[in-house]
Structures are given as C-alpha cells and as structure tokens.
C-alpha cells in the first residue's frame, strides 16, 4: 500500500504578478505592490514498500536570519516574505509521522529553488536525484543571479542526475521509473525552471501529480496561466498542456506545492474536472 503525507513547511509570499503572469512579466513583479495571501510550502513523503521517497525537501527557519538571502538580490528584498519555525521544518516534521529523514533512501527535488531545498540538511544519507539541466542553471554566480542559493546547499551535497529515458508515460514523452513496480515516476515538466521536473504516483486507480510549481494552483492550471517566473511562456504552457493532456486519459488529483487546496484534494482524491 501506498501513501503520500504532505508536510508543510511554514508559508510564503509572494507578489500576485509573480503567481499569475502580468504584462511585463518578471519585471512586473518588483513593481507590484499587491501580496497574495500566505501560501503553504508543501513537500511529500511516499511511503511505499520499497522504501520511502521524499519529493522536495522544503523551506528552511534559517531563512529568518539576516543575510540568509543575499543582500543584493533584488527579489529577496522586494518580493518575498517567509515565516516557519524550526519545527515547522521537514525533520522534525517527518520524525512526527514516524519515519527517520536519516534514514530515507531517496529524495527529489522537482527544482532546486529554495523553498525545496531548504531542507537539505536532513537528509545527509539519502539519494539525491534531480534534473541534470537544474544542477547546472542553479550553480555558481549565474545560479545565485536566477534566484537559486547554491552557497547555502550542504557541503556533503552531491546530487545524482535523472537519466531520463525515452519511455512515454501518457502524454508525456520521457519519464524514469523511481520504484520496479514502476508505479512511482519521474517526467519533466519545464516552465517555472528549465529542469523542473514532478512526480507521479499511481495507486488504486488514481495519478497523483507532485508538481512542484507547474502552477501555483490547480485553478492556474486548467486556466493555461503560468507564472511570471517563468523564462519561456511557451515552454510553461506547453507543460501544462502535457499535464491537462495526461489528466484527461487518466484521473488525475493534482499537488502543486504552494496550492492552499492541495491538501483537501488528497484527502478528498479530487481529480482535475476540465471544461470540455
Ligand atoms: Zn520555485
């Protein structure tokens, strides 16, 4: 048996022109002077008989320190706001579930922004497997200036590239198979990062998407809006088509990582209903 716990760790803000692309897209937001609401911070623990898989590793409470972000950086300083606790991050928070983030033998980042990889540091015995096209945009200089904070990972961080292979799985046209009963799956769903990339969970009947950030919202998404953050808007819409696609050949609940609903669509097994 099969099940996905969401852990939320702390919450964030953001600028509305960030979470729904507006005309002049990322610049919009540093001008914009309208927050959305708290958003959650949401990363998975699938706990499957092959072991457990973590997807995303969430916000770290270090975050509240002065200079955690980089003092220069424009979009720290005008266009973010965050609050957790220490126990609010994902150790604690999984060691309350019962399972030991020592002790997980695999986890995904779906990017390597820093509301995913804040949590890191709990887990210095685990696989690490990421895009490859992700470990190289986010590092170094270049990496700091799109907004990744490659200086904060763990020294003992050594990710391990997804080989992708070119087995479709539904629409989407190459996925690597995390578990040998192939019911968990990893595809590439580029947009809100070049290497972003989500998970698939296939149980009693039901897809599960852990999206990361696809989309904000499930809403954004049948609405084919992506975000501001974005740097091809093609490329994002083309994901969520693949996405909308998929979820039309098989029911699909739909758990992106900073949707206030994702919760109660897991827990209500909600699939995507799309206008016909
Ligand atoms: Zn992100």
């Not at 708290?38 to 499957?48: D, G, R, S, V």
């Not at 779906?110 to 509301?115: A, C, G, I, S, V």
């Not at 497997?129 to 270049?142: H, K, Y």
């Not at 904070?149 to 590239?161: G, K, Q, S, T, V």
């Amino acid at each position: 048996m099969i099940r996905i716990h969401p852990i939320q760790t702390g919450c964030v803000q953001v600028k509305t022109a960030q979470q729904r692309r507006k005309i002049g897209g990322l610049l919009r937001v540093f001008i914009d002077r309208e927050w959305t609401e708290w958003l959650p911070i949401y990363c998975w623990a699938i706990e499957h008989p092959e072991g457990v898989i973590v997807v995303d590793t969430g916000e770290t409470a270090r975050t509240s320190e002065p200079n955690y972000f980089p003092y220069w950086h424009p979009y720290y300083r005008l266009a973010i706001r965050m609050s957790l606790s220490s126990e609010q991050e994902i150790g604690p928070q999984l060691h309350k579930i019962g399972i030991d983030s020592q002790q997980v033998p695999t986890v995904i980042l779906t990017h390597f922004h820093h509301d995913h990889a804040g949590g890191l540091h709990h887990f210095p015995n685990s696989n690490i497997l990421v895009s490859w096209n992700e470990i190289m945009i986010a590092q170094g200089f270049f990496g700091k200036l799109r907004g990744y904070l490659p200086h904060r990972w763990p020294e003992w961080f050594a990710p391990i590239p997804i080989e992708f292979k070119t087995v479709s799985f539904g629409s989407f046209g190459r996925s690597y198979a995390l578990t040998e009963a192939g019911d968990v799956v990893v595809v590439p769903t580029p947009g809100h990062t070049p290497g972003h990339i989500s998970v698939v969970v296939k149980t009693e009947g039901l897809s599960y998407i852990l999206a990361g950030d696809t989309s904000y919202t499930e809403e954004l998404l049948i609405k084919r809006e992506p975000d501001a953050v974005s740097p091809s808007r093609k490329t994002a819409i083309q994901t969520i088509d693949t996405i909308l696609q998929y979820a039309q050949e098989e029911p699909t609940v739909y758990l992106p990582s900073h949707d206030p609903k994702s919760v109660e669509r897991l827990k209500n097994k909600q699939t995507i209903k799309c206008a016909p």
